[in-house]
């Protein structure tokens, strides 16, 4: 099976950015992590980063002309303004789309409570730091054995 990960606007700063957020660790660290998961579970992941809307967009529709089997997703602060990307979410139904979090976005700033792609997600996945990239992949893993 083979899993897009997508994180969006300002994670390529983690270890630098708001370190009492988002810890020490740097974005690098998340990669690792992420592709040292993946690899214990069998599943084959491509991790991507962009600061751009059209950039993710264009990432989430090509996960679907190739035929990845589902997509997680940290959209950053496009999370509480893109209805572009929610719409490209919606687009690609029925690829399923986890939403992930390093932080728990409900336990912060009113304007992070909203979340427009996350009607359209198959799960969100907040405050559980790195380990929430892997919750997610284990999620579209067991999705798409059943
Ligand atoms: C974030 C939460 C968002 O509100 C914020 O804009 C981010 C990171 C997180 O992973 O906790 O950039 O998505």
Request: aromatic fraction near 8%; include cysteine.
């Amino acid at each position: 099976m083979k899993i897009m990960v997508i994180n969006g606007p300002s994670l390529n700063m983690l270890g630098i950015r708001e370190k009492e957020v988002y810890g020490s660790a740097s974005y690098g660290d998340l990669v690792r992590f992420i592709e040292e998961s993946a690899a214990r579970l069998g599943v084959q992941v491509q991790v991507l980063q962009s600061n751009h809307e059209g950039q993710i967009i264009d990432w989430l529709q090509q996960a679907w002309f190739d035929g990845f089997g589902g997509v997680v997703i940290n959209p950053g602060a496009y999370t509480h303004t893109s209805i572009a990307i929610a719409d490209a979410i919606r687009s690609i139904a029925p690829l399923p789309v986890v939403e992930v979090h390093l932080s728990d976005i409900d336990a912060r700033e009113d304007y992070r409570k909203v979340s427009y792609c996350a009607p359209f997600c198959v799960a969100q996945i907040k405050g559980q730091g790195f380990a929430g990239y892997l919750q997610a992949i284990e999620k579209l893993q067991k999705m798409a054995v059943l």
